[in-house]
Structure formats: C-alpha cells, structure tokens
C-alpha cells in the first residue's frame, strides 16, 4: 500500500458520460487519505527488539492503530510520519514491515499482536495482497458504523442520514465477476486481480462476495487452458490471446454469460473448447468472444462474437424482465438493489401523473420501474448500445409511458426548458465521478419539483448538492444503503425539493 508523500489537488467538476462497467468503482485518493479518526494516540515504537533491518530500505516495527482512513485502512504513526495499514484496526497492535520507495512508503501487516473485539478472522484469500474485500476483517457492527460514519460526516452539511440499509446475507452477492489472466515467475498460469494502482496480478481463486458458481467457471477455464494451447496474454509484450474471463449470472433466473476477452480473433480449437466447457457446466446459457486489442485499463473491446446461446442473460428486478449484454451496466448486488431503487421511487413521490426524466438511465432499469407509478418517464442516456437495451427491455415488458433517447441528458433538459415543457421529478444516477455544473445547471432551469439523486460515490454526490442547494433545493432525506458488503464503497440515495421557483 503506497502513501503519497504530497496533498494530491481537489478534484474539479468532471464532463459526465457513460456509466463505468465497474460498479466498484474505487474512491479518489483525495478520499481515501481524510481519516475517520478515533480519540487517542497512536505510538509507533522503534526500540530495538522491535526494529530489525530486513533488507537496506526494510524494516520492521511494532505499532499501534489509532483509526481507520474512509478507505477502511488502519492509520499508525512512525517516526512522526502517518502511515496506513491495510487489514488493521482501531486498537490493534502490530508488527508490520516498512520500506520507501522514491516519495512512497510501503506497508505491509506482518501479523496482528492484539486484536480487536470486532475483528473477524475469514480466509486469508487475497485480502493482505492489497485486492478484493477491503473490510472483510470487520464484523457486519462494524462495518455498519464504520459506512455510516462517511455518510454522516459527507453529509453534514445537509441534515442528518437515515441510518443504513445493511444486507441479510451480505456474501455471495456479485452477478459480474471479472478474473484477469497472465503468467507468474514460474510461467504458470494464474488468474486473479490487480493490486491496488498497478497491473500486477494478484493470484484469486475465489472471493466471499463473488457469485461462487462464476469462481468455479472461471478456475475451469484456467483449468484447460494448457491442454488447448492458450496462452494468457502479457501485457508487456502484447503476446498471448486470452486476456479476462467475465461472467454474469442472473440471480433470479440462473442463467449464466461466460465472455474470453482476447488479443486477437484467431481461435483455434474454438468448437471443441466450447463444447468441453459446456459439458463441464451445462448451466451455462451463453458464451461470447470479446476481441480487445486496446493498451489501456478498459476490459472490454469493440468486436463481439457469440460463440453460443444468444448473447445475452435475463434476469428479474423489482418485477420486471431485462435483458443484459456483456456491456450493459447492471447493478451488481440485485438484493440491494430493489431496496436501493424502492427507496428512491418512494422519494419521487409519484401519484400516477408525474412526467420523470431518468437522466443517466442505462439501460432503464430505474426508469421502468418508476414507470408503474409515473405519468410519463422519459429516459435519457449518452451510450446508444444502452439505449437500445432500454428500448427493448421496455418493450419486452409492456411499458407503454416510456420513452428513451440518445444523446447528454444536460443538453436535452436544456432543450425541454427552452421549449416551455416541464418535468416533475428527475431521477439522476450518474458515475462516479459525480454530476457536472453543466448537467446540474440544467437541472436548474428544468427546474422539477423533486430530484431524487441515487449515488455510488457520496464525495462526488456531497459536491453536487451543494450546487443543487446554492440554486434553490433543499435536501429533504438522505438514505444511505450496503450494495456493496466487506468492501468501503457505499451508495445513497437523496430526495431534493425546490424552494425558490421563478
């Protein structure tokens, strides 16, 4: 884990657009490094039975955690400098190993010398690796206040949150998971993710919150690579042809999409590799090749071809059928995801006559769903491949009071204003890199009644209302809900009433 030796700049107002196909999507840095600081000192003990030279830039102390940062990570003092400790608690004593590398120090947890109450011990899995669970090591109590914390404290300035909607059974829940593939020392194959800000793969065959069915499928695969002669791709020779293996299951329906994202769109032996995959595990629907040849963090390329089934999975929330394509954005924990979106349509206050723009609306899941209760909703998204699962999902339900369009949801309230129409509710769900002054100045001159803004990342989302509240709302209920257990990401959803119409 690397500490920056600089403040990074806070971040400006960034253009919106499409949604990431990351739901996980990471906090900023500038996030990440405000603590959540608990009373009491932390002393880092440099005696020498404590400190040993492990190498010339290595060594290993013995100190004490004083709090948690909002990326979960323990914050310990060290020769007057604050440093942070994945996988350790308040309270916690530890001996850890410290090295510097050029403006960064290196921590890495050696072992636990007193451990918390609230300390869970799970598989050690790839969690010290920097990757994967970044909370696991805290009991459901402590998540539950450790998540609320953030939210309180982003929040401040708006009112006071609910407390947080926490999940029953919070393992087990992704519908994606996402394995990359690639050579280690010994030039076996291995499958895993990246560690934390590089692309070094960290070997994982199995995580406490991935669907275990798609883990099984996935080690499968690595399984036989060797006797159909495929050979992971290496990032730093452009060699090799299978790059990740991402698979989605439909939790209600149990179908399952397997895609090999590859280097090139020579497969050879692509039938009979289908075929033994498919008798290996006949639960798979549909399987797809995914060609990406780009050099950059995207999973997904441009070119697709469906090796078999349809190309596409079902799946069933809050009710209604869509249809999900190897691109599409999909909330990964549809458990909480129906409470996340009950909560944002109750919000709405809709009656059965609200006209509701879904700025944002993918691939329509929340605007359908509101259209049970609404007049008229009009779905707005910048991605045309999203548009046009939108537009076939509301068809395959029945919807008739929706409708959805291509193009920036900014400009085109801008357009409605100009045109005298009028919007009762806006229902806004952008990345997580948060809104922009663009979009939310139109928004202001749409000006609905209510705005209902649904979020994945609570610092991006705080900075927005600020701007909403400066031009006339009121924020008059903040939810914050779990979508995503043993990890520090948290989502809410807030209801905004305007106070100063012209």
């Known amino acids: 884990m690397k500490v920056p030796m600089t403040k990074r700049k806070k971040s400006e107002y960034r253009k919106s657009g499409k949604k990431s196909h990351h739901p996980e999507k990471k906090y900023s840095r500038q996030h990440q490094g405000r603590a959540n600081r608990t009373d009491g000192k932390s002393k880092g003990k440099l005696k020498a039975n404590d400190v040993r030279q492990r190498s010339q830039k290595t060594v290993t102390a013995e ?161 036989m690579m060797k006797s159909f002669k495929m050979q992971p791709y290496r990032e730093d020779t452009g060699q090799g042809f299978l790059r990740h293996v991402l698979v989605r299951v439909g939790k209600v329906s149990g179908e399952i999409m397997v895609v090999l994202v590859v280097a090139s769109p020579m497969f050879k032996g692509k039938n009979n590799f289908v075929k033994a995959l498919r008798k290996a595990h006949p639960e798979i629907t549909t399987l797809l090749m995914n060609v990406n040849k780009r050099n950059d963090s995207m999973i997904l390329g441009n070119q697709e071809k469906v090796l078999f089934g349809k190309g596409t999975i079902t799946d069933t929330l809050c009710g209604l059928k869509f249809d999900i394509s190897a691109k599409s954005f999909y909330q990964i924990n549809p458990v909480q995801t129906e409470k996340l979106y009950a909560k944002a349509i109750e919000m709405a206050e809709l009656t059965g006559k609200e006209t509701v723009v879904d700025a944002y609306c993918g691939i329509g899941t929340i605007g359908l769903i ?133």
């Open 63 to 223: 100190v004490t955690c004083s709090g948690l940062t909002d990326g979960g990570k323990g914050i310990v003092q060290w020769e007057g400098k604050q440093l942070e400790v994945a996988n350790l608690l308040p309270g916690e004593t530890a001996e850890v190993n410290i090295s510097k590398k050029g403006r960064f120090f290196d921590i890495e947890l050696e072992r636990v010398i007193k451990s918390s109450e609230v300390r869970v011990n799970l598989p050690r899995s790839s969690y010290y690796k920097g990757v994967g669970c970044h909370i696991q090591h805290m009991n459901e109590h402590a998540q539950k206040r450790f998540k609320q914390k953030i939210i309180d404290e982003l929040m401040k300035p708006f009112g006071k949150p609910e407390p947080i909607i926490t999940m029953e059974f919070p393992f087990y829940y992704r519908n994606k998971n996402v394995m990359t593939f690639g050579l280690n020392k010994k030039r076996q194959i291995i499958s895993g993710l990246y560690a934390e800000n590089t692309h070094k793969i960290i070997p994982m065959e199995r995580s406490i919150i991935h669907d275990q069915k798609a883990d099984e499928i996935i080690q499968t695969i690595k399984g």
């Open 370 to 502: 509101a259209s049970q209760e609404a007049g008229k909703v009009i779905g707005v998204e910048l991605n045309k491949d999203a548009v046009r699962d939108a537009i076939h999902n509301s068809k395959r339900n029945g919807v008739k009071n929706a409708r959805f369009y291509q193009g920036d949801a900014g400009e085109f309230m801008v357009k409605m204003a100009a045109r005298g129409e009028k919007a009762d509710v806006v229902i806004m769900d952008p990345p997580r890199s948060g809104s922009d002054e663009a979009f939310l100045s139109s928004v202001v001159k749409l000006q609905p009644k209510r705005v209902v803004y649904v979020s994945c990342n609570p610092v991006t989302q705080a900075r927005d209302l600020k701007y909403l509240v400066k031009n006339g709302y009121a924020v008059e209920g903040i939810q914050p809900v779990d979508m995503f257990p043993q990890t520090v990401h948290v989502e809410a959803v807030t209801k905004l009433v305007l106070k100063m119409p012209n």
